[in-house]
Structures are given as structure tokens and as C-alpha cells.
């Protein structure tokens, strides 16, 4: 199986997923190259999220077969952290509020954590805080939400952007993106997505996970793909999010069901 | 299983054993006072299960040892006081070796004029009429037989007295230092200090208690405390429980207010193998007003007990109640809190929260929050809730780097924060989040996942 291309970063081989004993991802296949930024579009409830959760190690998500290698490395053997640690990063499509943690001491902790682990020396309270100020305002992010608990009575669109100030910070090597363009109005998508531009690099990759063609047009993915029932189904360039907005999901499945 | 028989006999062996101690040349009324308590002990019912103020409470284990004033357990080693001593801070400080009254110890140099604060001993051999109209007028000495003991065995403890319309800046600080020596396992110490705080109309005042005790040794502190806020008067009062593990520790705090007093409460408690803290607070005139907040952190062979009465005797007062609890390992809590209103308090706004955060399976809580509600019209409220760790932030922080040990403790500490930041004195609000954070750091590898 492990037949990596040099220029691999995230190896995804028959990834099978259970959750309280149901099965939501069937065989998962998917490959990412070094500096690619891959789209994953498809219907509610077809396991985007489980997929990003299981890359983070959520308990709860069961693998039952299959394999995630990162760098050719096992990546489900890990621990959350230590998946963070290896530079995994997960936006997510609902960020948890923490009430009592103060936002500007979580990221300060999360981000020293990091580079601890990376060997780095860790940032003192003064660098820190310079750091994050210039961070939240290229994604322009109110610095008042610094100083309040992390995501505790944010606005949704506060919420995104706060994640994308820690991806900013944790400057990971994979990036995964779950509806992070959802619930922003259109300026806030801008940002976001030149946030997310800014990041591109040729040691970085990207998961978009999208309904919205919309994010596209400012983040042009390398490939495109639609999971659909827990698999990826059908995968192309950027012409394919294209059908996809124009014609829905139906005549992927109608064409599995032909073939 | 106690009895009454036992009880009795408990109580008796220990007034024997410190009645050596207790003070000398008391003033008639203070004889009084004793005796009374005394006899009103033989009267109390059985402490166990039926009665409501213990039902969650065993004093069973206080029952099977005994304890001894002696004179010579006081002294105390230097290099253990020094070990116990909180650092030097901005205040009045006044020290309280096992229960006596260090006047090395204490600065009390520098009060402004309207302000005394002294022993307990100095002020009832200075002015023992001042003492005399305000002594007993506000606990009630027979509540249990803790509180008999304590008068029956008054030794020394803390007088304070503030003119009217006196404000004094530097907040004042209690350091209680109690160490059981190693004394025999038969023959621990037992220390009841005795305060009485009053604020004439006008007056303010921060009042900082600190509890410390020389690990591990075994003693029973049981201290008992009278604070009466006249008209307009306002007090912070911050208690910070940090006994040693196998102490045994009872706080009994009777307050009342006249109207337009202002009561401000932080009372945090970490130590004790057995800590009881009472609050009686009654609002005796209107638009007088409280706020209580608590921390209890509770682990292995530990229980932590709060029992609070607040009695709205006049119309528009307003009382907040909010204590949170966490617990680990094998720990146990008490939260009793009660809130009564009169028929002729009309117009009183009462809140009562408690919330607790259960670390392990193990650990046990019994809450019992209550309103007791004559008066129509009322704005009252309580709430509890026990709960865990939530597996959804502990996944969100571990996936931005931060191990579980950490996540955990930050939660902890997120959850306790809301009371600490109630101090409104920087350095002992820093200080109580260190104490908080090391023994959250302590007990979360152990807890594990
Ligand atoms: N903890 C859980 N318990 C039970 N079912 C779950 C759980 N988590 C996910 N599922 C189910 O798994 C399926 C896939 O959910 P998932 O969140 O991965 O979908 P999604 O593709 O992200 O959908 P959306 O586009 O709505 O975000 C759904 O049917 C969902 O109900
Ligand atoms: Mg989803």
C-alpha cells in the first residue's frame, strides 16, 4: 500500500469509519500532493465532517479499516496533539466555545505547544502579543475578541475568523477547512479566503471542505472532489465545482447508478 | 453510629481538656456566656442524619478523636512559621499562632485614628463594656456544639472596630498558622478563635482571613466569627481555606446588616480532611444588600461543606449567592444553601446558585439549594447543576496543540475563574489562581482520562 509519491503529504487508503456503531465512511480513497489545495464538495450528511474529525483523532470516530499516512507517517495512531504537534490543523465547521479560557491565553498556549514540540523556542507574553495583534489584523479580526473567553459569545462569522487567526499562527502543513466560508457575509469571506491565499506555500496543503462555489472563486483548488455517502465519488479541477453549482449532485449519483 | 451519649461525653472531655487554656479573669458576662453555651450543648439534639443542618455532614470521625489546648502545643517552631507564612503584603496583618494571637507576627502599627484592631485578649482587658454590648448579639452560641465549645472555650481571637464614616484603605489580614506539632495520635490540638467585627454607619472595610496549615499534621480548628455592618456600612470579606489535609476545620460566620449595608464575600477553600463553613447572615433593616461567592476544590479523603442561611428580615434587600465546586478522586461536598424571606420583606431579589464540576466518577455532591418565601412580593431564584468536562472543548484545544493534562486544567480553572475574579486585590486574586492552578496541575495526571 504504501506506494507514496515523493511529492505526497496526506495519504488516504479505503478509510472505513464508524460512528456509535454506524457506518458513515465507506472506503475512503483520497491523495494530496505537497502545495495542493483540494476542494471537497457533496450533500449534507455524506461524511465531510467525519472525515475531518477523523483526521483530527476525535473520539468517537471508530476506524475499522483503512489508512491515513502523513508524510508516509501513520497518522491515526496519533493523539489529537500530537496530530496538531506534526502540523494538522482543523478549522472547524463549528468552533466550541470555552467559557472562562481567555482567548488570547489559549492561542498563546496552543501556540507555544507547537513549536515546543517542533523544537522551537516557546514566545514570551511581549512577542506573543505583538504577534497575534499583527495576525488578527490581516484577518481582521476585532481585537477586542482577544481579550474576551475563546469563541464564548462570538458572532459566527467571529467564530471563523478567530480560526482562521490560529491557522494564521499555527501556520500548519495541513490545513483542513470545514465550512469554514459558511455563515460569513461577503466581505468576511474575503478576508478569510486572502487569509487562506496567504498561507498557500509549496510545503502546505489545503482541504476545502465547501457547499459554495462562491470560496473558489477566491481560492482556486488544485483538484476538486464530491463525497457522496462516504466515499469520493467523482474527482476533477475546478470545472467540476462549476457543474456541480449549476447542476446539484443528482447526475453523479444517476451516472453510479447507470455505471 | 453516634449518640446523644457520645455526643455528650465528646463535648464534656473536651471542655475538660481545654478549659485549662481558656481565659483567665473573664468578665462576668463572658462567665455567663460560657455557661450558658455550656448548658444549652446538653440541650442540642443528636448531630446525625435527622438533623437537617447534618444530614450530609458526618461528624463521626471528629467524635472519635480527642484534643487537648495545651498550653505548650501552642509554641510553635519558627522554621514552620516561616514555611506557613503568606508573603509580606500591603495590609494590617494580624497572626494567629494555633489559635493565640503572635504579636510579633502582626503589624499593627500605623492604624488611622477610629480603627482598632486588636486581640481579643487586649480588647477585653481594655474595654470589656465596648466588648460587652456586641459579644453574642449576633451568633447564636448554642447553633451546635461547635459553637458551644468555641464560647465555652474562648481563649483569643481578633477585635475589630471602625468608627462611623471611617474608611480604611489597607485592607486587614488574618493569618491563622495551625500546626498539630506531633503530638501523639491521641492528643491532637484543637484551636477555637473568636472574632467579633463591627462597623459602625458609614464605615468600610476589606477583611482578608487566611487558613494555613502545616502539612500533614491533625488539629481541629474551629473558629466563630461575629461581623455586624451598621447603616451604609460596607465590608470585603475574603476567606481563603487552605488547612492542612487531615485537619479538621469549621467556620461559623454570623453577620447581620442594618440597611443600606453593603456585604462582599469571596471564600475559597482547598484544605481540610473535614471543612464545614457556615454562613448566618440576617438582613435586620432594609436596602441592605450581599454577595457570596464560593470555590470549593475537593479531592481524595477530603470533605468540603458549605452551609449558608440567609434571612431577609426587612423589605428590599438583595442577596447573591454563587458557589462552584470541583471535584476529584474520592472528594465529597456538601452545599447546603438556604434563603428565607419574611412575610414583611416585600420587594427582596434573592439568587442562589451552585454548579459543580465532577472529575471523576468517584466523587460525591450533595447539593441542597432552598427558598423559604412568606413575602408576595419577591424576585427569588435558584439554580444547580453537576457536571463533567466536556469532551467537545477537551477535542477542540487537544487539536490546537495543547495536551489533555493542560486542556483540563484550563477548563478547571476557566470554570473556577468567575469566583476568584471577585478579589478585588490583585495580589491575593494572583495569588489564589496560583493555589488554584498548582493543585489543578497536581491532580490531573492522577484523574487521567
Ligand atoms: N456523533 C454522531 N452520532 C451519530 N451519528 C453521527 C455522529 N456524527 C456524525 N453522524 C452522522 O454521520 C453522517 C455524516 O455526518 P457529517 O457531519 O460527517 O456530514 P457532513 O458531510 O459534514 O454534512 P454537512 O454538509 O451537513 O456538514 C450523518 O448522517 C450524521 O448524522
Ligand atoms: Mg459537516
Known amino acids: 500500500m504504501n506506494q507514496m509519491k515523493p511529492n505526497t503529504m496526506l495519504s488516504i487508503n479505503n478509510l472505513t469509519v464508524e ?94 505547544a507547537v513549536r515546543r514540540a517542533r523544537g522551537e523556542e516557546e514566545l514570551d507574553a511581549v512577542s506573543f502579543i505583538k504577534l497575534v495583534r499583527a495576525k488578527a489584523a490581516e484577518v481582521k479580526l476585532d481585537p477586542k475578541l482577544l481579550k474576551r473567553d475563546v469563541n464564548s459569545g462570538f458572532s459566527g462569522g467571529e467564530k471563523k475568523r478567530n480560526e482562521i487567526l490560529q491557522m494564521a499562527l499555527l501556520e500548519p502543513r495541513l490545513a483542513i477547512l470545514d465550512e469554514t466560508d459558511s455563515g460569513l457575509d461577503i466581505d468576511a469571506l474575503r478576508i478569510v479566503a486572502d487569509g487562506i491565499n496567504a498561507l498557500r506555500s509549496p510545503d502546505r496543503s489545503i482541504i476545502l471542505i465547501t457547499h459554495y462555489q462562491r470560496l473558489l472563486d477566491y481560492i482556486e483548488p488544485d483538484f476538486v472532489h464530491v463525497l457522496s455517502e462516504g466515499r469520493i465519488v467523482r474527482s476533477g479541477d475546478k470545472q467540476l465545482a462549476l457543474k456541480l453549482e449549476e447542476q446539484g449532485y443528482g447526475w453523479i449519483t444517476e451516472e453510479e447508478e447507470a455505471a | 453510629m453516634i449518640t446523644l451519649d457520645r455526643q455528650h461525653s465528646w463535648f464534656e472531655q473536651q471542655l475538660a481538656a481545654g478549659r485549662a487554656q481558656s481565659l483567665p479573669q473573664a468578665p462576668q458576662w463572658l462567665q455567663l456566656a460560657r455557661e450558658d453555651a455550656i448548658e444549652a450543648a446538653t440541650q ?26 495545651d498550653e505548650q502545643a501552642h509554641q510553635q517552631n519558627q522554621a514552620t512559621i516561616d514555611d506557613l507564612l503568606p508573603p509580606e503584603s500591603d495590609s494590617h496583618r494580624v497572626v494567629l499562632v494555633n489559635g493565640q494571637f503572635n504579636a510579633r507576627l502582626s503589624t499593627l502599627a500605623d492604624l488611622p485614628p477610629g480603627v482598632r484592631l486588636e486581640s481579643l485578649r487586649t480588647a477585653l482587658a481594655a474595654d470589656p463594656d465596648l466588648l460587652a454590648s456586641w459579644f453574642g448579639s449576633i451568633a447564636n452560641h448554642s447553633e451546635s456544639i461547635f459553637s458551644a465549645l468555641n464560647t465555652a472555650l474562648i481563649n483569643d481571637g481578633l477585635f475589630i472596630h471602625i468608627d462611623q464614616d471611617i474608611e480604611l484603605q489597607q485592607p486587614i489580614e488574618v ?13 491532637q490540638l484543637m484551636m477555637h478563635p473568636r472574632n467579633l467585627v463591627v462597623l459602625q454607619p458609614g464605615a468600610k472595610a476589606t477583611l482578608v482571613e487566611r487558613f494555613v496549615g502545616a502539612a500533614p499534621s491533625r488539629y481541629f480548628h474551629n473558629n466563630l466569627t461575629e461581623i455586624s455592618l451598621q447603616q451604609n456600612a460596607a465590608l470585603k470579606h475574603y476567606r481563603i481555606q487552605d488547612e492542612s489535609r487531615n485537619a479538621w476545620h469549621l467556620s461559623s460566620i454570623s453577620i447581620e446588616q442594618q440597611s443600606h449595608s453593603d456585604y462582599r464575600g469571596v471564600t475559597l477553600a482547598f484544605g481540610g480532611a473535614w471543612a464545614r463553613t457556615e454562613y448566618h447572615l440576617d438582613f435586620n433593616n432594609e436596602h441592605a444588600s450581599c454577595a457570596l461567592h464560593g470555590l ?65 466518577r468517584d466523587a460525591e455532591v450533595d447539593t441542597k439549594p432552598t427558598l423559604e418565601i412568606y413575602a408576595d412580593d419577591v424576585k427569588c431564584s435558584h439554580g444547580t447543576t453537576i457536571g463533567q468536562l466536556d469532551p467537545q472543548q477537551l477535542f477542540y484545544m487537544r487539536s490546537r496543540g495543547i495536551d489533555e493534562t493542560t486542556a483540563r486544567s484550563m477548563l478547571c480553572q476557566g470554570f473556577a475563574q468567575e469566583i476568584i475574579d471577585q478579589i478585588d486585590l490583585q495580589p491575593l486574586r494572583e495569588q489564589a489562581t496560583e493555589r488554584l492552578v498548582a493543585s489543578l496541575e497536581r491532580v490531573q495526571p492522577e484523574i487521567g482520562r
Open chain 1, 19 to 112: 460512528v456509535e456503531g454506524k457506518t458513515i465512511l465507506h472506503g475512503l480513497d483520497l491523495e494530496i500532493g505537497k502545495g495542493e489545495v483540494h476542494a471537497i464538495m457533496g450533500p449534507n450528511g455524506s461524511g465531510k465532517s467525519t472525515l475531518s474529525h477523523t483526521l483530527s483523532g476525535r473520539d468517537g470516530y471508530q476506524v475499522t479499516a483503512g489508512e491515513a499516512l502523513l508524510d508516509g507517517e501513520d497518522l491515526l495512531s496519533l493523539e489529537t496533539e500530537e496530530r496538531a504537534h506534526r502540523g494538522v490543523f482543523l478549522a472547524m465547521q463549528y468552533p466550541v466555545e470555552l467559557p472562562g479560557v481567555n482567548n488570547m491565553t489559549f492561542m498563546r498556549e496552543s501556540l507555544n
Open chain 2, 44 to 69: 442540642l439534639p443528636l448531630h446525625n442524619r435527622q438533623h437537617e443542618a447534618w444530614r450530609y455532614t458526618s461528624i463521626e470521625g471528629l467524635l472519635r478523636a480527642s484534643f487537648t489546648g
Open chain 2, 175 to 187: 493569618v491563622y498558622l495551625n500546626s498539630g506539632l506531633n503530638l501523639s495520635e491521641d492528643k
Open chain 2, 296 to 360: 470549593y476544590l475537593v479531592g481524595d479523603k477530603q470533605l468540603t461543606d458549605f452551609h449558608l442561611t440567609v434571612k431577609h428580615r426587612a423589605a428590599d434587600c438583595r442577596s447573591r449567592e454563587q458557589f462552584k465546586g470541583i471535584l476529584y478522586g474520592g472528594g465529597r461536598a456538601v452545599f447546603d444553601g438556604h434563603i428565607l424571606v419574611d412575610k414583611d420583606a416585600q420587594r427582596s431579589d434573592a439568587q442562589l446558585s451552585n454548579h459543580n464540576l465532577m472529575l471523576t
